[in-house]
């Protein structure tokens, strides 16, 4: 089976091609990623406008580009095409979307229509077989999450960020320190000659039973930092990536074994600890949490960080797994710039879409 999926939910046009055989065992064979960073870096972040009109400029010339990497191949090679509907930007998602119903259309092949963090729930099943149910812990920059993935289709949010994201507090501490955007890679850079020692930032919700996050407070406390200190030489920046730096580290182990707690009392024993989000490429994240897996006993999926940030293959994955199962969608499927991952929350987006 092979399939092509198509991501434009954010700020990168991404085109990819997998193929799985009988065995269910997945192969990348293309997978073309465009940044916009570029276009975006003047503004600090992210702008819808601007995003939309870069994936209507590139998206054909990129899927091309996949369909060649692939072994120069045809649309009537493919089995299925899948396409991100949301959550995301909306212009984005509907460009996206449009075109991959007009592929699957044009070459009467079924779509289907995923969801974005699906798509990095599944991935660690593409590149570490891992088998349901496990705890996925998702950090991007849009989302932070704990979810208790059951099969595919089946999620149950345990967790979430009650104000910003792991990557969006990364980006913002970026941008207060004027560092380029995207934040959360510079942090992890410019931390590398720093004392995570020097500044004590705040752990919110540290030790609570429930496993939720909340990082506007260790966001306002390095404000706080920066602002006191006026003008900042390279060694303080250094310092302040690498307390900061620090700080989520503690959060995220420590709100990742409420996580493991409150999923063992649920569901039983999970079979891995899978990790997926932009936030989850940080090599020093990556290390605390092989160290929080070996400590647990438990399996430890960490997808190389090129399929953690968003890409074209797991959205065609996602396909692949749905369309085993015969979950196909119809070409009214309306674009969903919100779509949580979880079993009530999927039913009222479905009856709103
Ligand atoms: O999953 P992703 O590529 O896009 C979505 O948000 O869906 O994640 C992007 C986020 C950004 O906030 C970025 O700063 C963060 O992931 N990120 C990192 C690192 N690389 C990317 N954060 C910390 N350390 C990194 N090395
Ligand atoms: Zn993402």
């Not at 939309?52 to 899927?63: F, P, S, T």
């Not at 182990?253 to 409420?258: E, G, I, K, L, Q």
């Not at 020093?284 to 949490?289: D, F």
């Amino acid at each position: 089976m092979r399939v092509l999926g198509l991501e434009t939910t954010c700020d990168e046009t991404e085109a990819a091609v997998v193929e799985a055989n009988a065995g269910q065992d997945g192969r990348i064979l293309s997978n073309v990623v465009l940044s916009q960073i570029a276009e975006h870096a003047p503004y600090g972040g992210v702008v819808p406008e601007i995003a939309a009109r870069a994936h209507v400029e590139a998206l054909d010339r990129i899927i091309k580009k996949a369909m060649h990497d692939a072994g120069k191949l045809d649309f009537a090679d493919l089995d299925g095409i899948a396409a991100a509907a949301g959550p995301g930007l909306i212009g984005g998602v509907m460009i996206g979307l449009t075109m991959g119903k007009a592929i699957a259309l044009a070459s009467s092949k079924p779509l289907v229509a995923v969801n974005h963090l699906e798509a990095h729930a599944l991935t660690a099943r593409l590149t570490d077989k891992a088998s349901f149910p496990y705890l996925l812990l998702l950090m991007s920059g849009g989302h932070t999450q704990l979810v208790a993935v059951l099969g595919v289709g089946d999620y149950v949010r345990i967790g979430t960020t009650l104000d910003d994201a792991i990557g969006e507090a990364f980006d913002k501490v970026g941008k207060l320190l004027g560092l380029p955007f995207p934040g959360g890679p510079q942090i992890e850079l410019n931390s590398r000659d720093g004392d995570p020692a020097r500044f004590d930032f705040p752990r919110p919700m540290h030790g609570r039973e429930t496993p939720d996050f909340s990082l506007s407070g260790l966001k306002t406390a390095v404000r706080q930092v920066v602002q006191a200190h006026g003008h900042l030489e390279q060694a303080d920046i250094a310092d302040v990536c690498a307390s900061f730096q620090a700080a989520i580290l503690d959060i995220v182990v420590d709100r990742t074994r409420a996580g493991l707690r409150e999923f063992r009392k649920r569901f039983g024993l999970p079979q891995a600890l899978v990790v997926a989000g932009g936030v989850a490429a940080n090599s020093v994240i990556r290390q605390a949490l092989l160290r929080l897996a070996s400590e647990t006993g438990l399996r430890l999926a960490l997808p190389p960080p090129a399929l953690c940030t968003d890409n074209g293959a797991m959205i065609a994955w996602a396909g692949i797994e749905r369309l085993r199962l015969g979950m196909t969608d119809g070409l009214d499927f309306a674009p969903r710039p919100r779509w949580p991952l979880d079993r009530q929350m999927e039913k009222i987006a479905g009856a709103k879409a």
